[in-house]
């Protein structure tokens, strides 16, 4: 029997800015009743913001999925031989019973069924008709952007077969309650359609201020129509959808609502609070932010988590005159005579580091420039400029590429990809989709090379996962 009185289970640091509406007058708890939570508008709201924050968990933003991808890929390496956090999958020895991602797959699901609250409960809510359209637009982004890191980790990619008709994830579209029946995997073709259907659905029902629901931070922390723009665009070029990948990310460039940051504000953009002129979507960090954090695992003064180095592999790929090279992008340590590099990405821990960047203009513009070369009709001369353009902001001193080989022009955008847009966790997505083989030569895993269809590359679900409201995600058919 369901229980009568369901709970829903929330982070109860419900304030992701010191700014943010205080909703609660009393202590908060680690459970509160539904019924009492989504009363009023007010208290949608605490569960969105609630759910904001859930993306900054270690399992989620502030570690696994910015990490992982690049650190199987080749962008990371150790610089400790200890303690170090994601160890089996750099050797690629994970497996369903013990995997560092084990707990990704809990925590993002837990984070599913409390974004299924709010989509569920703020209709019936007290407040006006507006504002409940603007929470549940939002929540159906975050979900979309929490199956999107699902189906990503731990299904094979879209082109995996020729339709997407290979199994994928479970597509957890309702508040899952003590004694549902398990839900199934749908194919990864469904799972991409489930979010991008969330994803369209929001963007219709968006305004044109482009300002989320809640208050407190910038504009760029919370899903608005270009974010949700951005986002489809990425998850169109994930589903090999050429033609809207193309669309989608030229008409949000056109809009001319962001703008790229010049090649001599690059390293500074950074470091700061404040989101630059080409951020679209980044999780704010406030000063009262318990934990070590992603920046943490970068930070050279941070002794005890600071472990993820850059490889060789990436750190060769820039020119000597290209702002993002090692002597410019990265801080350098000696630890027992070897000189090891450091992101200035994320480059302090705890309560002094930055927000993390998840969709920055750069990579619209990259974006565009590979499924222009793909859509229906190709356009090499867009491709090129694109290409060109993110080349020649890292790297003043570039040649202008006119690459007329198809095979070349993707070879050199993806190349592109792998620079601009390293230890920000695309670098594996990026591989798989493409088929690309990992190669790494500045690496000590049991296996450094890996071949596109080895099944290590897709993180394994757990035997069985107990979620949220004790319902059991299981692995049915994998």
Known sequence: MKNS???IFLIMVLFMFSSCEKILDKEPTDRISIADLFKDTQGSKAALSGAYHDLLSE????????????????NIKYSKTVNNRLEDIYNANQTAILSSMN???????AELNNVNNIISYTPSAAGSDSDKAKIIAEAKCLRALIHFDLV?????????????????IVVNLKPQLYGDAAPVRATVAQTYQAIVNDLTDAINTFDNNNVGILSGGSKQNYFTKTAAQALLAKVYLNANNWDKAFTTADDLIKSNQYSLISNANYV??????????????????ETTFSGTGLGGYYDVNNTTYRQYAATGDITSLYSATDVRRAATMFNSVSINGTTYFFSKKYAIGG???????????SELYLIRAEAAIEKST????????DLNLIRKRGDAAASTLNIAIKADLIDAILLERRKELAFEGNLLFDLARRKKNIARSDCNANACNLNADDTRL??????NTIIANNSIIQNKDY
């Open 5 to 7: 009185t369901p709970t």
């Open 103 to 109: 707990d990704s797959y809990t925590s993002l699901y």
């Open 268 to 285: 500074s953009s950074w470091t700061g609070r404040v989101p630059s002129s080409e951020s679209i979507f980044e999780l704010a960090i």
């Open 458 to 463: 897709v993180m394994p679900l757990p035997a």
């Open 152 to 168: 990503r980790a731990f299904a094979r990619p879209f082109s995996f077969t020729a339709d997407g008709s290979h199994i994928g």
């Open 59 to 74: 399992n989620h933003y502030s570690k696994n999925y910015m990490v992982y991808p690049d650190l199987l890929a080749g």
């Open 378 to 385: 190709p356009d090499f001369t867009t491709a090129n400029a």
């Open 351 to 361: 309560t002094a580091q930055t927000p993390i960047k998840v969709l920055r203009l």
